[in-house]
């Protein structure tokens, strides 16, 4: 009796573990498709959020002033507008870290309220090319694309902050 039982138990345990690893490999199966379902989720987001961000990459510049070329003589000379030392240790006493570079952003922060004129036939006035002439004045010239300027700008420092002020303006 004990040779006829054996097989028996045998059969049951081989049926048993195939049981278990059928139900194993169910389960891993059962993983991965909710793991898969989750990254084409994600894959939808990411391409979404590029899709995105190439639409803000078109609306950072107006496409009229894309490509814009200054007229001729709009364009300044390259030894106008170089700091001297002593001027860069003067604004740097003054809180500028890096003279030039400190105005020259500060200037493109708030030109819009330094251009006196609107922009026409859909434009925006913008400064397209800009000089620090000393540890006092500035030059810039602005356009939208159909008119434009030249601004000569008197500039203070005091603590770090810059203050500009129109001296002239002179429209094209």
Request: overall charge negative; charged content about 20%; aromatic content about 8%.
């Amino acid at each position: 009796m004990k040779n006829t039982l054996l097989p028996w138990i045998l059969a049951a345990i081989f049926l048993l573990l195939a049981l278990y690893f059928y139900w194993q490999k169910h389960e891993a199966e059962s993983r991965l498709a909710i793991a898969d379902n989750q990254v084409e989720k994600i894959d939808d987001q990411l391409a979404q959020e590029q899709t995105t961000a190439d639409s803000l990459q078109d609306m950072v510049l107006p496409p009229d002033t894309i490509g814009l070329v200054p007229p001729g003589g709009a364009a300044f000379v390259d030894e106008l507008g170089t700091l001297s030392q002593g001027d860069i240790q003067r604004l740097q006493q003054e809180g500028l870290q890096n003279p030039e570079t400190d105005l020259m952003n500060d200037l493109n922060r708030k030109q819009d309220q330094l251009i006196p004129a609107d922009g026409s036939l859909g434009g925006s006035m913008a400064i397209r090319d800009s000089r620090i002439l000393n540890d006092r004045y500035a030059l810039a010239y602005y356009e939208d694309g159909h008119n434009g300027g030249y601004l000569l700008l008197k500039y203070e420092v005091n603590n770090g902050n810059i203050t500009w002020a129109v001296i002239d303006n002179s429209k094209l």
